[in-house]
Structure formats: C-alpha cells, structure tokens
C-alpha cells in the first residue's frame, strides 16, 4: 500500500506541481490583501479538489458510456502526460502558464482568480485529470481506492499550502530555483507517463 501511495502521490505532485503554481499564484495576487489571497487560494483548493474528486471517482464510467476501452485511455493519457513533461524539461509550460496570468491581470474587472485560472486550468488540467483517472484504474478494492485518494488528499493540502505562502515561497526560492525544480518533476514525470503507455500496450495486446 505504501508503494502505491508514494506512485499516486509522486504521479499527482509532479502534474498539478504545487512548486509551480505557487509564483503564479502570487503574480496574480500580490496587490490584494494578505486575507483575500488566502480566501482565494483556499476557494481554489477546494473547486480543483472536487473536479478532480468527481472524476476519480466516476471517470470510469464516463469512459464506458463512451465505449473507450481503459487500455486506450491509459496509452492516450500516457502520451499526453509524456507531452507535458516535454513542456515542463523546456520550461513551455511555465511560460504558457504565466502567459494565462497576464491575461487574467490585463483584464480589470476579472478580480477572483479562484476558478479561472487557479482551479481550472491550473490545479484540475487536463493532465491531472487523465492522472487521478489512471490511478482509480488501477485501483483493486475499496482499501486501494482508498489509498489514491489519500495521496490525492496529501497533494491538494501541499498545494493550498505552497499557494498561502506563496510570498514568502517567491523570496524563498526564486525564479532560478523554480526552474530547476520545475525540469526535475518533468523528467519524473517524463518516465511515470512512459510506464502508462508500457501498461495500456500489455493490456491491449494481451502481452
């Protein structure tokens, strides 16, 4: 159980990349007040958490109303996952990232950035939501369910964390050390999505 815990926390970490969002997440907040930032970051948490709870818990059956065998979803989101770390190595998708940032502040009248963009696209993606699916797949029993969605749990608490302290994280870190940070998880993440495609081939030719 262990073991499946640190994979599905490690899988979820380096996706949803709470070290990452947390200097977007201050350069959309930084001229709002200490309180309304934690409001913000605590509505975000909980919208992403929930998108992310629904589709774990019901993506399977969203895949068999559409008649798409789990062995395909695994390869399809291995490969898109695989793309994603490709962004992260070359630093693409930090830039697309803050790309969405200035949008968000260049519009005025858009002041709670809860949802868009910290909950969706950011926290519950694409990426995070083809993982937690993924993950429930390969659940056997309630206690494995279980166990994803502890490490599922584990993950969106970091992430509330790393977005409240995201001040003191900026001043902490730096941009240089983000970077780094950011190409380590997407090499990780580069080999968690290569194991996908390895599973969905096995499963789907029957090796």
Do not use: W
């Amino acid at each position: 159980m262990l073991e499946l815990f640190a994979s599905a926390f490690a899988t979820l970490f380096v996706v949803i990349d709470p070290p990452g969002c947390a200097p977007i997440y201050y350069g959309l907040t930084s001229e709002m007040p200490a309180h309304e930032r934690r409001v913000q970051a605590i509505r975000a948490t909980l919208i992403a958490s929930v998108i992310l709870l629904i589709f774990a818990l019901f993506g399977e059956q969203l895949l068999g109303a559409l008649h798409i065998e789990l062995d395909a979803f695994r390869i399809a989101g291995g490969i898109m996952l695989f793309l994603i770390a490709l962004e992260m190595v070359f630093e693409k998708r930090t830039e697309r990232r803050h790309e969405r940032a200035d949008m968000v502040k260049a519009t005025p009248e858009i002041e709670d950035v809860s949802v868009f963009p910290m909950a969706m696209p950011m926290l519950a993606g694409p990426g995070a939501i083809a993982s937690i699916m993924l993950l429930m797949a390969r659940a056997e029993g309630m206690e494995e369910t279980f166990v994803i969605l502890g490490a599922l749990g584990t993950v969106m608490v970091l992430t509330l964390g790393a977005l409240i302290a995201a001040a003191p994280l900026m001043r902490l870190l730096g941009h240089r050390v983000e970077a780094v940070i950011t190409r380590l998880l997407g090499v990780l993440l580069a080999a968690l999505a290569a194991q996908f495609v390895i599973n969905g081939i096995e499963g789907a030719f029957g090796i």
